[in-house]
């Protein structure tokens, strides 16, 4: 089967009256796997990892429906485009959503997704054919194609909408790039959860305030659970330069008597991705100190 087969395949997915594009969102995750991760493995598990990134995507169309989308529903039934047999815990092919485990990708469709220029040209028809001038602005955006067909769509779009747009994209492109180069673990507290449902307990926190560095690199992020980025944020901690936690003593107060105070993290080491690439650079670990007096 050529590209041809698989790009016909995939303009011409069935999505619930339009309002309900499952398969549309997932296919753009699981391009993004291909190129994030450097290659796909022959099977697929359904993961809270997997689940995390197909609701950035969803983020884009949450306007459309008042409940969230469910990846069993795609993950399973993307099947009848030929582009994977979704399989149950023992390996038998799956009757059901309810019971689909991991799916067995067609080796030619997944030959096609580690090419890159498959890949952006199943990224523009899919974004074009399943979804609004709005969300196909975000979608192009967030995966990285800039071209003239973002000011077409621009000019079809309110300006304080458009603004909105940018916005989201470049939030969920934020948490996209930090969390998963931090394995869904608070670099504070060691602390991972995640489901496939709600997705990951950590959020994408920036070191150097967005509104002030209007920098987005993942060097200038790390993943942090709710309260140690509230935390941060409020300048009750930093990082120094050798990546071990500095804390504001004597400016708050706190009581923890089943879990480990803020406090008693002071000169530990920060948890960091494997990749050095990814470490936070010293230039924005200095502007969050200077900017909350360290």
């Known amino acids: 089967m050529t590209f041809d087969f698989w790009l016909h395949q995939l303009g011409t997915l069935k999505t619930h009256k339009g309002n309900a594009p499952h398969k549309p969102l997932l296919l753009l995750t699981i391009l993004e796997i291909a190129e994030q991760d450097s290659g796909l493995p022959t099977e697929l598990r359904l993961t809270p990892e997997l689940a995390f990134r197909f609701r950035e995507f969803e983020h884009v169309v949450a306007h459309r429906r008042t409940q969230r989308l469910d990846i069993r529903l795609p993950f399973h039934h993307l099947a009848s485009s030929k582009i994977w047999t979704p399989r149950t815990h023992d390996g038998a092919r799956s009757p059901d959503s309810t019971v689909t485990k991991h799916v067995e990708f067609d080796p030619e469709f997944r030959s096609a997704c580690l090419d890159a220029e ?39 779009v309110e300006l304080s909408y ?3 747009i940018q916005k989201v994209a470049r939030d969920a492109r934020f948490r996209l790039d930090v969390v998963p180069t931090y394995n869904y673990t608070c670099a504070l507290t060691g ?36 309260n140690a980025h509230w935390a941060f944020d409020a300048g009750l901690w930093s990082i120094d330069d050798e990546y071990r936690v500095v804390v504001a003593h004597g400016v708050f107060e706190e009581a923890a008597p089943n879990q480990t105070p803020l406090g008693a993290y002071a000169g530990k080491p920060v948890q960091l991705p494997r990749n050095k690439e990814y470490w936070p650079l010293p230039k924005y670990l200095a502007a969050h100190r200077r900017q909350n007096n360290f």
Do not use: W
């Open 118 to 156: 498959f890949r952006i040209r199943a990224r523009r028809i899919l974004i074009r054919k399943h979804f609004e001038p709005a969300e196909q602005l975000i979608l192009m955006t967030l995966v990285g194609l800039d071209s003239s067909e973002n000011i077409e769509l621009a000019e079809r």
């Open 191 to 226: 602390y991972r959860v995640t489901t496939i449902d709600r997705g990951t307990i950590v959020d994408a926190a920036h070191i150097h305030q967005f509104s002030t560095s209007r920098n987005n690199d993942v060097r200038n992020g790390l993943a942090l659970c709710k």
């Open 162 to 164: 458009a603004l909105e």
